[in-house]
C-alpha cells in the first residue's frame, strides 16, 4: 500500500511539473468556447427578432429551442476557463495570459446571466406571438441589443471592441422605457412585460463589455 501511494504522489507531482513546465495554451480553446457561445446567442436572438417582426408563433417556438439549447455552450466555456486558469496559475510560462482569462470569466458569468433572461424573452415573444401582430418596435430593440452582443464577441479576441460594444449597448439601453415604447407598440400589458424583459439583459450585455453594474443600471431609464 505504501508503495502505491508513493507511486500516486510521484505520478502526480510529474504531471504538475509537466502542466506548468510543458503547458498548452488554454486561451485559443477558452476563446473559441466563447464566440460558440456568442454566434449561438446571436442565432438564438435573430430568431426571436423575426417572430417578433412576423408575429409567428412557430417560429417564436424555435427561439425558445434555441435559446434553451445556449447552457450547454455556456457550461463548455466555463469549464475551458476553469481549466484555462488553473494551468495558468500554475504555468510561468503562461504568467501574461492570466488577465485575459480573468477578464474572459467576467465576460462569462454575465453573458450566462444574459442568456437566461434571453430565455425570458423568448418565452414572452411566444406568448406574445399568440395574437398574431407584428411586433417591430420589440423586435428592433432586440435586434439593436443582438448587434451589442456580436460586439462583444469579437472583443474576445480584441479587447479594443469593448467600448464601441458599450456605446451600442448604451444607446439602446437608454431608450428601454417600457411605459412609453409599449404605447407605440400597442399598449398592451403584454408589450408592457415583453419590453420590461428586454431591460435586465441590456444590463447583462453592458457589464459584459466591462461596464460596472451600477453605471449600466443608470444608463437605462427609470421604470
Known amino acids: 500500500p505504501f508503495l ?40 438564438s436572438a435573430a430568431t426571436v427578432v423575426q417572430a417578433l417582426r412576423r408575429g409567428d408563433r412557430i417560429r417564436a417556438e424555435r427561439g425558445l429551442q434555441k435559446a434553451r439549447a445556449l447552457q450547454q455552450l455556456v457550461d463548455r466555456w466555463s469549464v475551458s476557463l476553469e481549466s484555462g486558469i488553473a494551468i495558468a496559475r500554475i504555468s510561468p510560462f503562461l504568467r501574461r495570459q492570466r488577465a485575459e482569462l480573468q477578464r474572459q470569466a467576467r465576460v462569462r458569468a454575465n453573458l450566462d446571466l444574459a442568456v437566461r433572461n434571453l430565455r425570458v424573452i423568448a418565452r414572452r415573444s411566444l406568448y406574445a406571438c399568440d395574437d398574431g401582430r407584428p411586433r417591430p418596435v420589440v423586435a428592433d430593440l432586440l435586434a ?16 479594443s471592441f469593448e467600448p464601441p460594444a458599450r456605446e451600442a449597448l448604451r444607446a439602446v439601453g437608454s431608450r428601454l422605457d417600457p411605459a412609453a415604447l409599449a404605447r407605440v407598440e400597442g399598449g398592451s ?30 444608463a437605462l431609464p427609470r421604470a
Open 144 to 159: 439593436e441589443l443582438t448587434a451589442g452582443a456580436r460586439l462583444i464577441g469579437d472583443a474576445l479576441d480584441d479587447i
Open 4 to 43: 502505491r501511494l508513493i507511486d500516486g504522489v510521484v505520478g502526480g507531482i510529474a504531471a504538475l511539473l509537466v502542466t506548468a513546465l510543458v503547458p498548452r495554451s488554454p486561451l485559443r480553446a477558452v476563446t473559441r468556447d466563447g464566440r460558440a457561445l456568442v454566434a449561438a446567442f446571436d442565432a
Open 189 to 218: 400589458s403584454v408589450d408592457v412585460n415583453l419590453i420590461g424583459a428586454l431591460r435586465p439583459l441590456a444590463v447583462d450585455l453592458l457589464t459584459a463589455a466591462g461596464m460596472s453594474p451600477e453605471d449600466a443600471r443608470s
